[in-house]
């Protein structure tokens, strides 16, 4: 099953700021919702532990995230995979733009992709996308508010 969600924050940062974040394991870590680890292994790629609950599904995914596209310092897609054991997997990435809004903020907007397969999937489309749209704005809000 697979959703598109799309959206935009205003960070109060400059786009030169901005960008750095988005590389920085450290603020991506603590953004991301429920991520117990994010290692760097290379400019474009770190292994990350995410521990999520979807309904009434709680699972630990260990997976991959890359960074494809870089145009620095605007744009960027940021992939990921997870593997939940017995409760499935979840696959997506997120195109990623910077614009700035006058010298000191700047508009970041995503169109994220999101695929999940195994027990998760058979929750419902419904419940599924409500999650993912609501974890993906409290990564965007967590990771504004670090920067703003």
Known sequence: MALVIEG????AAPVAKVWEALNDPEI????IPGCQSLEKNSDTEMAATVVLKIGPIKATFNGAVTLKNLKPPHSYTIQGEGKGGIAGFAKGGADVTLT???????????AAKAEVGGKIAQLGSRLIESTSKKLAGQFFSTFAEKLG
Do not use: M, N, R, S
């Not at 935009?8 to 960070?11: A, K, L, Q, V």
């Not at 700035?100 to 995503?110: H, I, N, R, S």
């Open 8 to 11: 935009e924050e205003h960070i």
């Open 28 to 31: 991506l870590k603590d953004a």
């Open 100 to 110: 700035a809004d006058g010298p000191e903020a700047t508009v970041l907007k995503y």
